[in-house]
């Protein structure tokens, strides 16, 4: 909604938690104990790592980037909050375990007594949902914000899949439109190795929606119809790599912020595009994700955008360090922390990155 459709009677967004105000003492990134799904070793029956997000955090405090006290502690987002997007209908069926037993893909859930899943499994899945939410807000403040966790890119209004119960891509943006003055398009950049068919089906009509899309086309979920709302869609085949990997997200990211100038970017930084990923069919090395994020974040911050990072889809355990690494080296290159500052520079990694792919061939041949 916009905000002139608001003035002329439209009701007030409802009241809620997630837009507290954040003591500028923390850093813009959020996350929450609670994101970590364990529930008698079931978890561990989905190739997902339920406990990643956890071990992200470990390792940036490992690192001394952040203590206990300095990020933004995830609220769960509450039925009202959820209701912005979801149909009633969508949120009674997760009432069901079947229901969820088929999103989450984790089949034994469906024997288990469905106060037991709201508890071990949906609210962590809301709990990272308040996180994007609130994320998005302290991105429109401070630049830039990172939740160690969501990204649930599969789900839409009135339907789940592929791990993802709660549509927290969509829930932000719609937040954002409702509450934040001057935020009136976003752009999301999905990285992750799937097509984002959920965000994509929620925003099919929207105009104030431009999406960029990188995904391997011949994997999960394959949804023609939602393709329709992609402005950029870059397929990619089995096994790319870095070098034609890196050339074609520059070169995307780059030409999707010349052609549409938004006022957020929702970055989708799926890590299941690591070589070896079981579900994500492509062959980018730990060293190629940290320099797609750094790409992605220069592009935003060159151009003074706010850009929310979401952490998504990553099916190895050695993800949880590679995006740490990442979060370290965008802080490491100026690009987040409270010292951030935007620039027109380019970093030595990207430089040196992008500089041996093209020994490989020519940024035309690669696109």
Avoid at 58 to 81: M, N, Y
Avoid at 333 to 341: C, D, V
Wanted: hydrophobic residues 35%.
């Amino acid at each position: 909604m916009s905000q002139k459709e608001d003035n002329e009677g439209k009701k007030s967004p409802h009241r809620t938690e997630l837009y507290a105000d954040v003591p500028r003492t923390c850093l813009p990134i959020v996350y929450h104990p609670d994101y970590n799904i364990t529930f008698m070793g079931l978890e561990k029956l989905h190739p997902f790592d339920a406990g990643k997000w956890g071990k992200v955090i470990r390792f940036l405090k490992e690192e001394q980037f952040i203590t206990g006290g300095d990020i933004v502690e995830a609220r769960e987002a509450k039925e009202e909050d959820l209701l912005v997007v979801h149909t009633k209908r969508y949120l009674n069926r997760l009432k069901w375990s079947l229901v969820v037993a088929t999103i989450t893909e984790i089949p034994p859930v469906l024997f288990l007594p469905n106060f037991l899943v709201q508890r071990r499994v949906l609210r962590p899945l809301r709990t990272q949902t308040g996180g994007t939410i609130m994320a998005g807000k302290l991105a429109v403040e401070r630049g830039w914000a990172i939740n160690v966790g969501g990204g649930f890119h599969h789900c839409s209004s009135d339907k789940g899949g592929g791990f993802c119960a709660y549509a927290d891509i969509t829930l932000t943006i719609k937040f954002l439109f409702e509450r934040m003055e001057g935020i009136s398009r976003a752009t999301i950049i999905d990285l992750d190795a799937h097509q984002g068919n959920g965000h994509e089906r929620d925003f099919l009509e929207d105009k104030r929606v431009f999406i960029m899309d990188v995904y391997n086309r011949y994997i999960y979920p394959g949804d023609e119809h939602a393709k329709g709302a992609i402005k950029r869609k870059v397929e990619l085949d089995w096994g790319t790599e870095d070098s034609e990997y890196l050339q074609k997200v520059k070169h995307h990211s780059e030409g999707a912020l010349n052609e549409v100038r938004p006022d957020i970017i929702i970055y989708n930084a799926g890590t299941d595009i690591l070589d070896g990923d079981p579900l994500g069919g492509l062959s980018i090395s730990p060293q190629g994700i940290v320099t797609r994020d750094e790409i992605v974040f220069r592009a935003a911050r060159r151009r003074c955008i706010p850009i929310l990072m979401v952490t998504s889809g990553g099916y190895q355990k050695k993800t949880a360090r590679i995006i740490a690494d990442s979060i370290l080296n965008l802080h490491q290159q100026g690009l987040i922390g409270p010292e951030a500052l935007e620039g027109e520079g380019s970093s030595s990694l990207v430089t040196s990155m992008m500089s041996s792919t093209l020994s490989v061939g020519s940024a035309l041949s690669a696109l």
